[in-house]
């Protein structure tokens, strides 16, 4: 069983609380639930809606067809009928959202007691919003029979949400953020914790403020993050090098959106790899990791702390916004290592300088100390080796391998069931895991990303010397993500 319910509607009137109630009941009941939202740079009009799958397996995606449709206003039914299933439901007409939620709980068979708790736990509007809620429940006649889920432990979280639980569980100190979409939410997110986690959290007046301020925190011997998306991380650039040079430990998130420019600010999109791996002037090292769900990001943020502080250098975060604001059904355990704090209050210098921190100009200075740096980027390596630098998902003696990174997996998971293929995810852009090559030399190699260009697939190239032929890429750069069914059908016309 795979079912597929939109919630759409103008910017205000509750596509995203609608969502949410019934996805943590659903979870509660022991379904995997998966929900994505699609909204404009509007507060207020517009188009918005958020598309719910759930299933009695693990899904991580939506498909392009819906087979509940909850139209908050009259043109979400104009824009979204045509992909409603043969028997698919409408549910429209009532101004009282909440009207709906009750609706859907008796079309599920869902027991009406798990609702009303959700509602107490909103506690805003409560005897209205059950007034609304029961009159939806007794008013329906309609039911969609679902396959019964057996209990498991699990827990529903977004990619934001993961990003922030992995700086707490790695001993976060300081947070810089200039509100910037789809980043913003992890600014919130940790906002919201400061006396119970005793981090603090601050959003100054521009990127490159925030940057500046978290290096020098960082020099104090805090653990210091930062947040922002493709503009932002444009103006932090220069002061990336500056922690190239000076040798301290900082963390930074970038969360992904279309670009150039302002682009489509509150969509999707898989663009920036380039620019993790490259920004900053000079030489130096630093390391780029690429989660694909809610866990990895938990993961590899804490990785990401514990490589910034061992070697000293900038850890670069790359997610996006599909990952970032999905709701994800979660099972497994969650791997984390110690992160130990060991920065020293010395003195600091953005010259080249001697054992003192004083700048110099000496050759035989300037040469150790590019070499030190330098160095450094063997090492981080070898200790990478020591950490699961990539997934591979499906038919293991398959020929035919899907390649991707960051928020495809889902997409790719759900479609490749049933099929003779299998799933490399990389999760490490840099340092890249050397060990792929021999998975990729013989194989039918089939890219998907959401870019224009194949951006992994020139990082694959550039460093085994394999690249993926022009009539394998699959690619999307219309600032949506890729939905399980149609993905499937373009996987399979290049299976061999």
């Not at 596509?15 to 509660?28: D, F, M, Q, R, Y």
């Not at 939806?136 to 639980?165: L, P």
């Not at 922002?228 to 040798?247: H, K, P, Q, R, Y």
């Amino acid at each position: 069983m795979r079912l597929n319910i939109l919630f759409g509607g103008a910017a205000g009137q509750g596509p995203n609380i609608l969502s949410h109630i019934l996805g943590e009941v659903l979870v509660k009941l022991g379904y995997f639930v998966f929900y994505s939202r699609d909204y404009q740079s509007l507060i207020r009009g517009g188009h918005n809606f958020n598309v719910l799958t759930f299933s009695e397996n693990p899904i991580g995606s939506n498909d392009s067809k819906i087979d509940i449709l909850v139209a908050l206003d009259e043109n979400t039914e104009k824009i979204h009928k045509n992909n409603l299933n043969k028997n698919g439901l409408i549910l429209k007409g009532h101004k009282e959202n909440m009207y709906y939620a009750g609706t859907l709980f008796k079309i599920l068979g869902l027991d009406f007691k798990f609702l009303e708790t959700k509602l107490k736990n909103l506690k805003k509007r409560f005897e209205e919003n059950l007034k609304n809620s029961k009159e939806g429940y007794e008013g329906e006649n309609r039911s969609i029979k679902i396959v019964n889920a057996k209990k498991i432990n699990s827990y529903f979280m977004n990619g934001n949400q993961g990003i922030s639980e992995g700086a707490i569980k790695s001993g976060l100190d300081i947070y810089y953020a200039y509100p910037m979409t789809p980043a913003t939410s992890v600014l919130v997110e940790l906002a919201s914790k400061q006396s119970e986690k005793n981090i603090l959290v601050l959003e100054l007046e521009n990127e490159i403020g925030i940057i500046n301020a978290a290096i020098g925190s960082s020099l104090t011997g805090a653990k210091t993050m930062v947040g922002t998306s493709g503009g932002g991380f444009d103006l932090m650039t220069e002061a990336l090098s500056l922690t190239g040079i000076v040798e301290v430990p900082l963390v930074i998130y970038l969360s992904q959106r279309p670009g150039p420019g302002t682009g489509v600010a509150t969509y999707t999109g898989q663009g920036d790899l380039n620019i993790a791996r490259h920004s900053g002037h000079g030489e130096f090292s630093r390391v780029v990791l690429a989660p694909g769900d809610p866990k990895e990001a938990q993961e590899l943020t804490n990785q990401a702390f514990y490589f910034s502080q061992k070697y000293k250098v900038p850890c670069i975060l790359i997610g996006d916004k599909h990952l970032a604001e999905s709701f994800f059904t979660l099972t497994e355990n969650i791997n984390l290592v110690g992160v130990k704090k060991d920065t020293k209050l010395i003195r600091y210098n953005s010259y080249e300088k001697d054992d003192q921190g004083s700048a110099t100009e000496n050759p035989e200075i300037i040469k150790r100390n590019v070499e030190r740096r330098i160095k450094k980027y063997k090492e981080i390596e070898e200790e990478a080796k020591k950490f699961k630098q990539y997934n591979i998902y499906g038919k293991k003696n398959s020929k035919n391998i899907v390649v991707s990174w960051g928020s495809p997996k889902g997409a790719i998971l759900d479609s490749i069931k049933g099929l003779d293929c299998k799933f490399l995810q990389i999760l490490y852009i840099d340092p890249f895991p050397m060990e792929v090559k021999k998975e990729l030399g013989k194989s039918n190699l089939i890219l998907v990303e959401n870019n224009s260009t194949g951006l992994l697939n020139n990082l694959i190239g550039e460093k085994t010397g394999i690249f993926i032929d022009d009539k394998n890429k699959i690619l999307r750069y219309d600032g949506r993500p890729f939905l399980a069914d149609e993905l499937k059908k373009e996987i399979s016309k290049r299976l061999k």
